[in-house]
């Protein structure tokens, strides 16, 4: 055989051989595809799976940039023992266990670490143990652990060098803790969501990622490569209505009325006049453990609202039978009978016939009651008044974005299966028989103040997509003028007169001019012989002229003798009202405004002494010396005027344009109780210097 044929015949073997490989591959191939597939997938499925990883969530943001809730990454920790050749790990595994021990004291000793991972590196090779060759380092690391930890010995040489094996997870944060809590929401693992957290879920949530994971000991997976290696997606980010420095107030004084009164809970809105936009929105549960955000009792708590329903029935009056404010009502004393039922005041104050005005500054339950029965003396006319709350918005929920918000509970005469009778109508002209959530109550309120817009309350304004603006939201009208423009004006005047010579005069602020309403229900009046529980409400707006802001304030079940709603609930409105009005600069500047020239700017007060060691050091000569414990300073044109200050026992001081030290000095010599809200010097103090102590609080401003 010459070699062209040998070398043909070496060729066509290779080839056979080839093919015959070829086809035994290709059946094997078949017979596992077609006929074993399934026995091999379960297998590859117990063991590797793709999971579905979410992306980081996005950011929810106040109206001033503040974050309310991030995500932040934690890593948990596992390392494969069989990763690393011995030399490397005998090298490394003391000052590994070393570096363990420092960091993670709970842990364990370096002795413990070295003899757990030299055992379970043995058990592994041994494969006597399933899966014990991952074993657990650490979880719930932050990413300035994991930065350190990559640089232990050993472990700095990767995943297949070293056997470090990373899972990354994102964990919820508020950085303001219980503030608006409940608003913001939760966003819980295997749980329902709450709040925005909910609401905007979609928004936050980014694209789900596909990662490859494989299934270790104790159901444990962990990913086949580094997750801090990927470029991690990322969801939109809320901006809402919300003002922190608002919240932060309005959660401070909600909370010290809770506490001081022994309540069970409390809940306070204050939402933007004009657009109904929410800025602060605190609600507060008292348990043995302190005080918490558990449920959203603005948005989804039904009760009777008592007395501030009572704008709703003065405003149908006017619409339906042109109530006017100098009618004259009987209030009987203050004790009447409704068909079977007697229906009492707060108490019995002796008065009969006083004008529909009147009856409203006191609060009386006789007289409006009184007032809608002869407008509604009727099934029929009654309907009508059923038919003017459904055109006032009051039969209807609000739509804020938040899930959850209840339906109002309001009969109707005509309605199958309701128990309507002859008393109905006038207790539900003072607030009985009707439920309605706080914000329902609040943004009727609301509408009153703007003139008669009812605004649907929003707490997002933005979304933000990649830092960019991607869409907006506003203000939305939900029923346009819900009354005719002089009632709503008499209704505003209704509120001013509450609050300067009524019920409302605990409200009443030399800061301020505040218009409202308060509000006092008996909670379980059904049950005649349990012990008696009170909601205690106010709502109103400020300033009363060109309102800005609408406040509502409700406290459950107010424990000891105080319980009515000016009591209770009208000081905290105060004190929101007094500290919105230093924050908001437009506010500030208006108040200044009005002042016309008397906020402080170069007066100042304060220790002598103080001011001898200033004034030597700048070289400036008084005009009239002073050894006196405490001077106020007025500068001129070309001299300083230095004259005693008076500071008197048993009486307000005056401590405008004194520092704050010198302020609280003083006060707390005499004995004053006093808050002090702002920086610098005090330029306006809510008490005038020479009244009686006892009794009084004094508010300073410091600016």
Same mark, same amino acid.
């Given at each position: ?79 494969? /023992? ?13 000052? /590994? ?250 108490? /019995? ?75 109905? /109508? ?278």
């Amino acid at each position: 055989m010459d070699k062209k044929n040998e070398v043909l015949v070496r060729v066509y073997l290779l080839l056979a051989f080839f093919a015959l490989v070829a086809l035994v591959m290709i059946c094997r191939v078949i017979k596992i595809s077609q006929f074993e597939g399934d026995k091999w997938r379960g297998k590859a499925d117990n063991n590797i799976q793709w999971v579905e990883v979410e992306s980081e969530r996005g950011n929810i943001f106040d109206s001033r940039g503040n974050i309310l809730a991030t995500s932040l990454p934690f890593f948990d920790i596992r390392m494969d /023992l069989l990763a690393s050749k011995d030399e490397v790990f005998d090298a490394g595994i003391d000052s /590994l266990c070393l570096m363990l021990a420092q960091d993670f004291p709970d842990l364990g000793s370096a002795a413990s670490w070295k003899t757990r991972l030299a055992r379970d590196r043995k058990l592994g090779r041994e494969q006597k143990k399933r899966g014990v060759r991952y074993t657990k380092i650490v979880d719930n690391i932050t990413l300035d652990q994991l930065a350190k930890l990559k640089a232990y010995p050993i472990l700095r040489r990767g995943k297949y060098k070293g056997g470090l094996i990373v899972s990354r997870k994102n964990k919820r944060f508020k950085p303001f803790g219980e503030l608006a809590s409940r608003t913001i929401g939760k966003d819980r693992v295997n749980a329902d969501k709450v709040g925005l957290e909910e609401a905007y879920d979609k928004v936050l949530s980014g694209p789900v990622s596909n990662v490859l994971m494989k299934k270790v000991s104790g159901g444990v997976k962990v990913p086949l490569f580094d997750p801090s290696e990927l470029k991690v997606e990322k969801g939109n980010d809320l901006v809402t209505t919300l003002d922190m420095i608002m919240q932060d107030l309005v959660h401070k004084e909600l909370s010290r009325a809770v506490l001081d009164h022994s309540a069970s809970a409390g809940t306070a809105i204050l939402m933007d006049t004009r657009s109904g936009a929410i800025k602060a929105i605190s609600n507060l549960e008292n348990s043995k453990d302190g005080l918490h955000e558990v449920r959203n009792y603005a948005v989804a708590r039904l009760s009777e609202p008592g007395s501030t329903f009572k704008l709703a029935s003065y405003l149908a009056m006017m619409e339906d039978a042109d109530l006017q404010l100098n009618e004259s009502v009987n209030l009987n004393g203050g004790k009447k009978k409704f068909y079977n039922l007697t229906m009492r005041d707060s108490h /019995l104050h002796g008065e009969f016939n006083v004008s529909a005005a009147e009856a409203f500054k006191m609060s009386s339950n006789v007289g409006v009651a009184s007032l809608a029965m002869n407008v509604y003396p009727n099934y029929e006319a009654q309907q009508n008044f059923i038919e003017r709350l459904e055109s006032f918005g009051l039969t209807s929920k609000t739509g804020t974005e938040i899930k959850g918000e209840a339906e109002p509970k309001v009969k109707s005469p005509r309605a199958s299966g309701v128990h309507w009778n002859g008393t109905t /109508l006038p207790w539900m002209a003072h607030g009985y028989e009707a439920m309605f959530t706080p914000l329902q109550i609040l943004n009727f309120c609301n509408a009153i103040a703007n003139g008669g817009d009812l605004m649907k309350p929003y707490l997002v304004d933005k979304i933000l997509k990649n830092g960019e603006v991607w869409e907006t939201f506003g203000s939305e009208i939900l029923v346009k003028q819900i009354a005719k423009t002089e009632n709503i004006r008499k209704m505003q005047a209704l509120l001013k007169a509450t609050v300067l010579d009524g019920t409302g005069k605990s409200v009443r602020s030399n800061l301020v001019d505040i218009a409202g309403k308060t509000g006092t229900t008996r909670v379980n009046y059904v049950d005649k012989d349990a012990k008696k529980q009170y909601n205690a409400s106010f709502v109103g707006y400020f300033p009363a002229e060109n309102p800005k802001y609408t406040l509502l304030v409700q406290v459950y079940n107010p424990g000891g003798d105080h319980y009515y709603g000016g009591k209770v609930a009208g000081p905290v409105f105060k004190n929101i009202a007094e500290g919105v009005m230093l924050i908001d600069d437009q506010l500030m500047h208006r108040l200044e405004d009005e002042d016309k020239g008397e906020l402080v700017t170069s007066y100042h007060a304060g220790f002598a002494d103080d001011y001898d060691v200033v004034l030597d050091y700048l070289g400036l000569k008084a005009a009239v010396p002073s050894r006196n414990r405490w001077v106020d300073i007025t500068p001129k044109e070309n001299e300083l005027t230095v004259e005693r200050k008076k500071i008197l026992k048993n009486k307000i001081p005056d401590v405008i344009g004194m520092g704050l030290r010198d302020a609280v000095y003083v006060m707390e010599n005499l004995g004053v109780k006093y808050k002090v809200y702002g920086v610098g010097r005090v330029w306006r103090q809510t008490v005038k210097p020479g009244e009686d102590i006892e009794g009084k609080t004094q508010i300073v401003y410091l600016k």
